[in-house]
T-cell receptor, first 114, second 113 residues
Framework: DADVTQTPRNRITKTGKRIMLECSQT?????MYWYRQDPGLGLRLIYY???????NKGEISDGYSVSRQAQAKFSLSLESAIPNQTALYFC?????????????FGPGTRLTVL | GNSVTQMEGPVTLSEEAFLTINCTYT??????LFWYVQYPGEGLQLLLK?????DKGSNKGFEATYRKETTSFHLEKGSVQVSDSAVYFC????????????FGDGTTLTVKP
């Protein structure tokens, strides 16, 4: 079984709808992240969490919110989806390592907002 | 702020050819450097990393050396295979702000038989 799972894998929705993307991990890591990937661009950080009580904004948090329900679960919400949020979304985890830690990525959720 | 610049793709090579994908970076502090690979339909996975200057990361025949003097971390492989076709991302993590990684735009490699 995959260490980092994301649901759904694909989602098509309409402008204005509320969407939740879920991420679960079995690696036992405290740190979790949400990124978006756009064609031809690298990954951009949306939110990150160092533990259940610690949530931090990334470089592109506007229009998104997150919930860290447990060490193993980190959800990303789009309160009112818009077309320019169409992208591939990745969840990732890591151990604390002072910046040397490897990140482990889920398979991604492809979101299309019409 | 931090930034990572990768060689633009796509890159198309014949099997057994030599591969170089250039990566340069700008960072404050002393970053760790990573190469991740993304196969079609999958998430990113670590290919190799180096955590200090002059370190060489290696895995599956790929190598990259952390060059502080040229702020580079170029990826090389002596003989590519069709199975190496993927998107390759260079990334850095700033040890002074360990929550954030900075990724390059990715380089798509296609290897033809």
């Amino acid at each position: 079984d995959a260490d980092v799972t994301q649901t759904p894998r694909n989602r098509i929705t309409k402008t204005g709808k509320r969407i939740m993307l879920e991420c679960s991990q079995t690696k036992g890591h405290d740190r979790m992240y949400w990124y978006r990937q756009d064609p031809g661009l690298g990954l951009r950080l949306i939110y990150y969490s160092f533990d259940v009580k610690d949530i931090n904004k990334g470089e592109i948090s506007d229009g998104y919110s997150v919930s860290r329900q447990a060490q193993a679960k980190f959800s990303l919400s789009l309160e009112s989806a818009i077309p320019n949020q169409t992208a591939l979304y990745f969840c990732a985890t890591s151990e604390p390592g002072g910046g040397t830690d490897t990140q482990y990525f889920g398979p991604g959720t492809r979101l299309t907002v019409l | 702020g931090n930034s990572v610049t990768q060689m633009e793709g796509p890159v198309t090579l014949s099997e057994e050819a030599f591969l170089t994908i250039n990566c340069t970076y700008t960072a404050t502090g002393y970053p760790s450097l990573f190469w991740y690979v993304q196969y079609p339909g999958e998430g990113l996975q670590l290919l190799l990393k180096a955590t200090k200057a002059d370190d060489k990361g290696s895995n599956k025949g790929f190598e990259a050396t952390y060059r502080k003097e040229t702020t580079s971390f170029h990826l090389e492989k002596g003989s590519v295979q069709v199975s190496d076709s993927a998107v390759y991302f260079c990334a850095l993590r700033d040890n002074t702000n360990a929550g954030k990684s900075t990724f390059g735009d990715g380089t798509t490699l296609t290897v033809k038989p």
